[in-house]
């Protein structure tokens, strides 16, 4: 029984073996989110940690127990980013010295933060395209040096770390909460969380989300082992994982099969860039991708929610990471937009004569559409000229009307289908 790995009491265990170096974070009300579903939300705020997301506790809970050979030898880890962060904050604290291999994907704000961080006691190892790459580099370095691999999710001592969100929660809250919302990437939070609520609290329901492009879990359980995703979409890098752990995932599938209520539902990239701005100008609160997945799960524009909960009932959210970087907002927002149905892009060919783009503003256009990108090129074809015009609508709902008047519009023109690779281009 892999239970016996984490019981509830090695998180407690953990949970004092990380006090004083852990945040406390707090629970604070989620009353956009509570309207929205009709329920009680909150959120759990792993954003307010020093490395600004819930991976400390696992890296420091795993570090804070090598033996005294096991220190000097030095550690490595393989990180997106928010892992490699906790290493880094752990091995300044503890004066252990550490390599850290991270994808090349990995935003520059996360980089420079392990490297601040971590001080001295820190060398970054920039290596593949995916975490899994990061971590295949990770291991043979710990087998040719000698130095201790500290696992981002899939070891009993990082799992015990991570679920000390759901007893903090419980403490926090006064009583256990009806529905408990968790990310996941490679299943650490989730594992931690059902092995201690498990044993302490059966009754709390609790929702993985996972994103769209990266749902290794749940591939994992319908396999009836851990599988590799033959490709994954990294745009959530703090969740993009190819393959969930071993142990992660059995913990989760044997308190399934012991009868706790536990299920993953997958939320798409767009609905998560969606929820980060609604975060951001509703709650004052700046989340990464990874951060914004579980609350993406309830809220993340217009559309219905993915997750759903009973009215009334308790709900905690988890926000898991704060590291975002702005130069990423400008894509942030046209994917939301993208998903929300307000964007659209169209290859135009005017004919080549005056007034053509005057009559296509005022014929084709509604009142509220904009156009937010025109690329048009005169060729040596004296009768048309091809253009590629994006246009935002001022509501989802004003898309029919834009193509009946493109329909009837003498002016040729080819919607870009959101599923080619053009237009994947583009976003």
Same mark, same amino acid.
């Given at each position: ?10 998180? /407690?265990?953990?949970?004092?073996r990380i006090?004083g170096v ?6 604070h009300p989620? %009353? ?5 579903? !009709?329920?009680?939300v909150?959120? #759990?705020?792993e ?7 819930y #991976?400390l506790r696992g890296?420091?809970? =795993?570090?804070?127990?090598?033996a005294?050979?096991?220190?000097a030898a030095g ?6 980013g928010?892992?490699g &962060? ?6 300044r ?5 550490a390599?850290i ?5 990995t ?6 933060r392990?490297l601040?961080?971590?001080?001295e006691a820190v060398?970054?190892?920039v290596?593949g395209?995916?975490?899994d790459e ?6 043979v370095?710990?087998?040719v ?9 899939d ?9 000390t969100?759901a007893?903090?929660?419980?403490e926090?809250?006064g ?10 990437g +490679?299943?650490?939070?989730?594992? !931690?969380?059902v092995?201690?609520l498990?044993e302490?609290?059966?009754?709390? $329901? ?6 769209a ?5 749940a ?6 082992? %851990?599988?590799?995703?033959?490709a994954?979409d990294? =745009?959530v890098d703090?969740?993009?994982?190819r393959r969930? +752990? ?5 913990l989760v599938r044997?308190?399934?099969e012991?009868?706790?209520s536990?299920?993953?539902v &997958?939320?798409?990239? +767009?609905k998560i ?5 609604d975060?951001?100008?509703?709650d004052?609160?700046?989340a ?6 579980a ?10 929610a ?16 704060g590291?975002?970087?702005v130069?990423?907002y400008s894509e942030?927002?046209e ?7 307000? #964007?659209?892009? =169209?290859l ?9 783009? $005057?009559? =296509? ?6 009142p509220?559409d904009?156009?937010?990108?025109f /690329?048009?090129? #005169?060729?040596?074809?004296r009768?048309?000229?091809p ?7 001022g509501?989802?709902?004003?898309l029919?009307g ?12 080819e $919607?870009v289908?959101?599923?080619s %690779? ?6």
């Open positions: 029984m892999l239970s016996t790995l984490v019981p509830a009491v090695a998180v /407690e265990e953990a949970a004092a006090d852990v945040t406390r974070t707090p629970l989620a %009353p956009r989110l509570g309207e929205r579903v !009709g329920a009680d909150w959120f #759990k705020r954003d307010l940690q020093p490395v600004r997301s #991976k890296a420091y809970h =795993f570090v804070s127990q090598l005294p050979e096991q220190r550690v490595v880890c393989a990180s997106a928010n892992h &962060q906790g290493v880094a904050h752990a091995c604290e503890l004066g252990i010295r390599r291999f991270v994808p090349s994907t935003p520059r704000q996360k980089r420079d392990m601040s961080l971590g001080g060398e970054l190892v290596t395209d995916t975490y990061a971590a295949g580099a990770a291991a370095e710990a087998t040096t000698g130095a201790t691999l500290v696992p981002a999710f070891d009993p001592r990082t799992i015990a770390g991570q679920g969100v007893l903090e929660i419980v926090q809250l009583r256990a909460p009806d529905v408990l919302v968790v990310p996941v +490679g299943g650490g939070m989730i594992a !931690g969380c092995a201690w498990r302490r609290h059966p009754r709390t $329901r609790v929702v993985g989300v996972e994103p492009g990266a749902a290794c879990l591939a994992a359980l319908a396999a009836g082992e %851990p599988v590799t995703l033959p994954i990294t =745009f703090g969740a993009a994982v969930a +752990g071993e142990t992660t995932y059995g044997e308190a399934r012991s009868g706790m536990i299920e993953l &997958q939320v798409p990239e +767009g860039c969606t929820e980060m701005l975060l951001y100008q509703v004052g609160i700046i990464e991708p990874a951060g914004a997945l609350a993406a799960a309830l809220g993340g524009g217009e559309r219905e993915i997750a759903q909960v009973a009215p009334g009932e308790t709900v905690v959210v988890i926000v898991s990471g590291n975002n970087d130069s990423r942030i927002v994917r939301s937009l993208v998903y929300e149905g307000r #964007k659209h892009y =169209f135009v060919s005017f004919p080549q004569e005056p007034g053509a783009l $005057r009559r =296509f503003l005022d014929e084709v256009l509604g509220e904009d156009i937010t990108l /690329e048009y090129v #005169k060729r040596s074809n009768e048309i000229g253009a590629l015009v994006g246009v935002e609508l509501r989802p709902g004003d029919p834009l193509l009946r008047r493109l329909e009837e519009s003498p002016i040729r023109v $919607r289908d959101p599923d %690779p053009f237009y994947r281009f583009l976003v």
